[in-house]
């Protein structure tokens, strides 16, 4: 059986993702991910290096493409967002994810709404590469993360022990697929400033949001439950290479 899943698997990894066919692929492996759950149960998975290597490399193929999309938006349904509730629901989550290897996502805002006229699904993104980029490019255990009003606007940041490699960020800019490429690409839709920078002891990512009119419908973000539980969800896909 495992054969079986293992030829599917080759198959979904040897195809080029384009406009066309790139929403199938993430089906299919979707769909694939599943199966192997319900065919296999815990500690088959724990002791058979092939099924660790088909799990890990459909969650970087899905991470591959939902960076991709991101690349390539052009914007959707924006709704009016609390900036510190997202923020909040997906450090949590990240910060549970990653105790097994021994990371701490450490959360700290300021008390109070911080409302604005965003693509949720974008921001979502943004922030998890943030994370994600944090914990992959430093050695840190811990990644802090803080959000802050401004008078114009409000800012993510993301903090942790170490430095930015400048040229590995530089050869990402134009990849379509990178992490930071899905950045630029949601921050721009945002009117929104990026920043990396690097102190003595530390390295940061900032994003800076501008506020704009609100002028849309209230977000309502998904069940926290769902966001930290479901092993297909974002905030799985986002961390996929560190968990």
């Known amino acids: 059986m495992l054969t079986a899943f293992?030829?599917?698997?080759?198959?979904?990894?040897n195809i080029e993702p384009n406009e066309s066919n790139e929403s199938k692929i993430r089906e299919e492996i979707n769909i694939l991910l599943v199966q192997l759950h319900v065919f296999f149960d815990k500690q088959q998975f724990e002791s058979t290096t092939a099924l660790h290597e088909i799990e890990r490399a459909c969650h970087n193929r899905l991470r591959l493409l939902q960076n991709r999309l991101i690349c390539k938006s052009e914007g959707g349904c924006a709704y009016v967002c609390d900036l510190h509730e997202i923020c909040e629901n997906i450090c949590f989550a990240c910060d549970l994810?990653?105790?097994s290897?021994?990371?701490r996502v450490i959360?700290?805002?300021?008390d109070g709404d911080?409302?604005?006229?965003?693509?949720?699904?974008i921001v979502t993104i943004i922030v998890l590469n943030m994370i994600s980029n944090a914990c992959i490019h430093t050695s840190a255990e811990n990644i802090f993360v803080a959000v802050r009003q401004t008078d114009s606007g409000a800012v993510v940041k993301t903090s942790s022990e170490g430095t930015v490699n400048f040229n590995s960020l530089s050869e990402s800019l134009n990849k379509t697929g990178s992490g930071v490429a899905a950045m630029l690409n949601g921050a721009r839709l945002h009117n929104a400033t990026i920043m990396w920078g690097n102190t003595?002891?530390?390295a940061s990512c900032a994003v800076c949001f501008p506020f704009g009119e609100i002028n849309a419908d209230y977000y309502t973000p998904p069940d926290f439950t769902e966001l930290l539980c479901d092993r297909l969800s974002p905030v799985y896909t986002g961390l996929c290479g560190i968990i």
Do not use: I, Q, W
């Open 97 to 99: 994810a990653l105790n």
């Open 107 to 110: 959360f700290d805002a300021e």
């Open 101 to 103: 290897v021994g990371k």
């Open 200 to 202: 003595v002891t530390s």
């Open 6 to 13: 293992y030829d599917r698997f080759k198959y979904l990894m």
């Open 114 to 121: 911080v409302l604005f006229t965003c693509y949720p699904h």
